[in-house]
């Protein structure tokens, strides 16, 4: 290919890449959080909005940031105190130097969160994504102080071997993982030698996300994302938690986009019907951005009355 057809190869590629992202409902409805930013322990965090009202945590999924959430976090902070953290080994809490990212590493590090910023008061979690397992799995061990949890996307498949296979449809870097792990160590450690190109990388390959989520795809470890992956995605007992958390009484809303390939909503209804406070909506013309492209959803299903 001479010179002239390779530019012109090159400026029509980048005239399609601004089409698809200028069109794409996430980047029209994603703006940024002015909430401050803090830390506690190993999580850094945004927080805002005063405590004693209703009390939101937010959790972001997999390679994010809490700041997935955007502006919405700022909406319901002026309802209540808000609190968005980045999970355990990514964004602002990566660490390089950890090496245990397991679900009880996550929920200790959330309880040090949540007793600091909310101390005893009820609280409503919201969640997207590889985060709806985290806000499962510590909604479960504190039910007694959680009045709705609402998930975006969430990776509910029946069993492990399921969710291996679904997973290799979703993204070279999880397909990469159960192809062969070797490929994704690989990967991941080019990212962690070079985050800033391999996060300008991210935003080229992902046109419809805004770019600075894009670019945070690569704020983590292959510990991190290794541990997140298997124990909040494949092998989280969604069946056992979602049960305990209906018998205890807590709301849980499970939301996904028609056009959302992680998670089967089927497998939810299952379990859905077993109970009465678990429900089930599919919201037409959505995918997995649906935390940024459609931000009214998470905030209208906090805001719902409590279910008696």
Same mark, same amino acid.
Do not use: Y
């Given at each position: 290919?001479? $010179?002239r057809?390779l530019?012109?190869? /090159?400026a029509?590629?980048?005239?399609?890449?601004s089409?698809?992202?200028?069109? %794409? @409902? #996430?980047?029209?409805?994603?703006?940024?959080?002015a909430?401050p930013? %803090?830390?506690?322990?190993d999580?850094?965090?945004?927080a805002?909005?005063?405590?004693g $009202?209703?009390?939101?945590l =937010?959790?972001?999924g997999l390679v994010?940031t809490?700041d997935?959430?955007g502006s919405? *976090?700022?909406r319901?902070a002026s309802?209540?105190r808000?609190?968005?953290?980045?999970l355990?080994?990514f964004g602002g %809490?990566?660490?390089?130097s950890?090496?245990?990212f397991?679900?009880a590493?996550?929920l200790a590090?959330?309880?040090a969160l949540?007793?600091?910023?909310?101390?005893?008061d009820?609280?409503?979690i919201g969640?997207? %994504?590889?985060?709806s397992?985290?806000?499962?799995? +510590?909604?479960a061990?504190?039910?007694h102080?959680v009045?709705?949890?609402?998930?975006? /996307?969430?990776p509910i498949w029946?069993?492990a071997?399921?969710? $291996?296979?679904s997973l290799a449809?979703t /993204? @070279?870097?999880?397909?990469?993982?159960?192809?062969?792990?070797?490929i994704?160590?690989?990967?991941?450690?080019f990212n962690?030698?070079?985050?800033v190109?391999a996060?300008?990388i991210s *935003?080229?390959?992902?046109p419809?996300w @805004?770019?600075? =989520?894009?670019?945070?795809?690569s704020?983590?470890t +292959?510990?991190a994302?290794?541990?997140?992956?298997?124990d909040q995605i494949?092998?989280?007992? +969604?069946?056992?938690?979602?049960?305990s958390?209906d018998?205890?009484g807590?709301?849980?809303d499970?939301? +996904?986009?028609s056009d959302d390939?992680?998670g089967?909503?089927?497998h #939810?209804?299952?379990?859905a019907?077993r109970?009465?406070?678990i429900?089930?909506?599919?919201?037409d /013309?959505?995918?997995?951005?649906?935390?940024?492209a459609?931000?009214d959803?998470?905030?209208?299903?906090l805001?719902a009355p409590? $279910?008696?």
């Amino acid at each position: 290919m001479d $010179r002239r057809k390779l530019l012109l190869a /090159g400026a029509t590629a980048g005239v399609a890449w601004s089409i698809h992202h200028a069109s %794409s @409902p #996430a980047v029209r409805g994603w703006s940024g959080s002015a909430l401050p930013r %803090s830390r506690c322990g190993d999580l850094a965090h945004r927080a805002g909005g005063h405590p004693g $009202r209703t009390n939101h945590l =937010l959790l972001h999924g997999l390679v994010a940031t809490g700041d997935v959430f955007g502006s919405t *976090a700022d909406r319901l902070a002026s309802d209540g105190r808000t609190v968005v953290p980045d999970l355990l080994g990514f964004g602002g %809490s990566l660490d390089e130097s950890r090496s245990d990212f397991s679900s009880a590493a996550h929920l200790a590090a959330l309880d040090a969160l949540v007793t600091r910023e909310f101390g005893a008061d009820p609280i409503r979690i919201g969640a997207h %994504s590889m985060g709806s397992a985290v806000a499962i799995r +510590w909604a479960a061990a504190n039910a007694h102080r959680v009045e709705r949890v609402v998930c975006l /996307g969430a990776p509910i498949w029946p069993t492990a071997e399921v969710a $291996r296979a679904s997973l290799a449809t979703t /993204g @070279p870097m999880a397909k990469a993982f159960e192809l062969d792990g070797r490929i994704a160590r690989t990967l991941c450690r080019f990212n962690c030698s070079h985050r800033v190109l391999a996060g300008i990388i991210s *935003a080229a390959v992902s046109p419809r996300w @805004p770019i600075p =989520l894009a670019r945070q795809a690569s704020l983590h470890t +292959w510990p991190a994302f290794a541990a997140a992956l298997n124990d909040q995605i494949i092998e989280t007992p +969604w069946n056992e938690l979602l049960t305990s958390l209906d018998d205890h009484g807590v709301a849980v809303d499970l939301v +996904w986009g028609s056009d959302d390939r992680v998670g089967d909503p089927a497998h #939810a209804r299952e379990i859905a019907a077993r109970g009465s406070h678990i429900t089930i909506r599919i919201v037409d /013309g959505a995918d997995h951005t649906i935390p940024a492209a459609r931000p009214d959803i998470l905030v209208e299903h906090l805001s719902a009355p409590r $279910r008696s």
